[in-house]
């Protein structure tokens, strides 16, 4: 069964602003324009740590566009509380030993699932050591990620790591039409691909979306 994540999201939002606490969050991130929603909307509530790590990027060109995209939008964009930015570790060896067996699964499949396992339990770690109230990921606000995955992953790395996951869907309440007009508003770039050499090849896009870069969304 289908649970509702940002319900989920909603009631501990609820509870810790009752409390007069701001918890502290380290946001696993996958690029700026997924970033930025969950920036404006989270940094009401949470003192935020971004966190880049994403070593499914295989094209370091492309990373270090992407990693300074990040950087910029944390700089212009207004927050309630401060975000701070951590960057992680770039091996792109890590994804693909990670993938390897996996590599004519459909895009959406298991090496997907692999990869969304890969950085939420890095991020898991990184909390760990740092301490924070909560960890979570942006991966949830693209239509084209699986959230209910993402979420029983996430929870299962909590429970193993003791860490405490914050449960989210964030294309939610509007929050992936949000991202697109945050986009625009800072002049994000906006990738067509993930950023592995999988989805590259296939080439996906949203249905009834088209016309460039601008008007796809990264999956």
């Given at each position: 069964?289908?649970?509702?994540?940002?319900?989920?999201?909603?009631?501990?939002?609820?509870?810790e602003?009752?409390?007069?606490?701001?918890?502290?969050?380290?946001?696993?991130?996958?690029?700026?324009?997924?970033?930025?929603?969950?920036?404006?909307?989270?940094?009401?509530?949470?003192?935020?740590?971004?966190?880049?790590?994403?070593?499914?990027?295989?094209?370091?060109?492309?990373?270090?566009?992407?990693?300074?995209?990040?950087?910029?939008?944390?700089?212009?964009?207004?927050?309630?509380?401060?975000?701070?930015?951590?960057?992680?570790?770039?091996?792109?060896?890590?994804?693909?030993?990670?993938?390897?067996?996996?590599?004519?699964?459909?895009?959406?499949?298991?090496r997907?699932?692999r990869?969304?396992?890969?950085?939420?339990?890095?991020?898991?770690?990184?909390?760990?050591?740092?301490?924070?109230?909560?960890?979570t990921?942006?991966?949830?606000?693209?239509?084209?990620?699986?959230?209910q995955?993402?979420?029983?992953?996430?929870?299962?790395v909590?429970?193993?790591?003791g860490?405490?996951?914050?449960?989210?869907?964030?294309?939610?309440?509007?929050g992936?039409?949000?991202?697109?007009?945050?986009?625009?508003?800072?002049?994000?770039?906006?990738?067509d691909?993930?950023?592995?050499?999988?989805?590259?090849?296939?080439d996906l896009?949203?249905?009834?979306k088209?016309?460039g870069?601008?008007d796809?969304?990264?999956?």
């Amino acid at each position: 069964m289908n649970v509702n994540y940002q319900k989920e999201l909603d009631r501990i939002i609820e509870r810790e602003s009752a409390a007069g606490h701001v918890p502290t969050l380290l946001l696993h991130s996958c690029c700026a324009p997924c970033s930025s929603y969950c920036f404006e909307y989270l940094a009401q509530y949470f003192s935020i740590t971004d966190f880049f790590y994403n070593p499914n990027i295989t094209e370091r060109n492309e990373y270090r566009k992407r990693i300074e995209e990040i950087r910029r939008l944390i700089e212009e964009q207004p927050h309630l509380h401060k975000i701070n930015f951590v960057e992680g570790r770039y091996d792109p060896a890590e994804f693909f030993e990670m993938a390897r067996g996996y590599e004519d699964c459909p895009e959406g499949g298991e090496r997907c699932f692999r990869c969304y396992e890969l950085r939420i339990r890095e991020a898991a770690d990184v909390a760990r050591r740092g301490g924070f109230d909560y960890f979570t990921t942006t991966l949830t606000i693209s239509p084209l990620k699986n959230a209910q995955k993402l979420n029983e992953i996430g929870f299962r790395v909590a429970e193993e790591t003791g860490t405490r996951w914050l449960p989210s869907d964030f294309k939610k309440k509007g929050g992936y039409q949000r991202s697109i007009e945050l986009s625009r508003e800072y002049d994000l770039y906006r990738q067509d691909y993930c950023g592995c050499v999988f989805s590259k090849r296939r080439d996906l896009t949203i249905p009834g979306k088209a016309g460039g870069d601008k008007d796809r969304q990264e999956r």
